[in-house]
């Protein structure tokens, strides 16, 4: 069975950084895995994505070059690392692996997964 344990989130200030962790346990089907976030009254997006395989990566366009996904293969951890946050940013997020997919690759057109955490909320205020 999977498991996905996450920490960090918090609240921070416009321009300020925040990183969240996420340890994975268990076999999953693909290798994908990455973060989701869901606003109030919004849907939920995708942020940003890895490959365990290869480490290959993906990003949403409002967080890309402010967002750094990684990961800590020995450790089986996933990591957030955000950077110059904006209140637009605040939201619940949450770790997913075993993503669900419609393109030819799990990173490729990919739309939610199979398991997830429990979202740690980040608040950002201006």
């Known amino acids: 069975q999977v498991q996905l344990e996450e920490s960090g989130g918090g609240s921070v200030q416009a321009g300020g950084s925040l990183r969240l962790s996420c340890l994975v346990s268990g076999s999953t089907y693909n290798s994908c895995r990455g973060w989701f976030r869901q606003a109030p009254g919004k849907e939920r997006e995708g942020v940003a994505a890895?490959?365990?395989?290869?480490?290959?990566?993906t990003y949403a366009a409002s967080v890309k070059g402010r967002f750094t996904i990684s990961k800590d293969s020995a450790k089986n951890i996933l990591y957030l690392e955000m950077n110059n946050l904006k209140p637009e940013d605040t939201a619940m997020y949450y770790c997913?692996?075993?993503?669900?997919?419609?393109?030819?690759?799990?990173?490729?057109?990919?739309?939610?997964?199979?398991?997830w955490g429990q979202g740690p909320q980040v608040t950002v205020s201006s």
């Open positions: 890895i490959d365990n395989d290869d480490g290959r990566t």
């Open positions: 997913a692996a075993d993503f669900r997919y419609s393109g030819a690759w799990c990173l490729d057109n990919y739309y939610g997964a199979n398991f």
